[in-house]
């Protein structure tokens, strides 16, 4: 959805985005990275108008440090 612009699912190109924020009410869109909401990965949502399907991306610095955090699972 982020690349295409358009909904996998149905293939509407009406998409929402929704994001990250660094508020209480949207803990929801980040991960924990430290002790903080200040040290999370946020995340943005891509909704769908039409069918309600929802991707979620991180941008290049969240990955990093995620991958900082977590590692890579090589096994899967």
């Known amino acids: 959805m982020k690349i295409s612009e358009k909904c996998p699912k149905c293939g509407s190109k009406k998409?929402?985005?929704?994001?990250?924020?660094r508020i209480p009410a949207e803990a929801g869109r980040a991960i924990m990275i430290g002790s903080s909401t200040l040290s999370s990965a946020l995340f943005d949502r891509?909704?769908?108008?039409?069918?309600?399907?929802?991707?979620?991306?991180?941008?290049?610095d969240n990955i990093d440090k995620l991958i900082n955090k977590f590692g890579?699972?090589?096994n899967i």
């Open 15 to 21: 998409i929402i985005i929704v994001p990250g924020k």
């Open 46 to 60: 891509y909704v769908c108008s039409e069918c309600g399907y929802s991707e979620e991306y991180f941008d290049k």
């Open 72 to 74: 890579i699972d090589n």
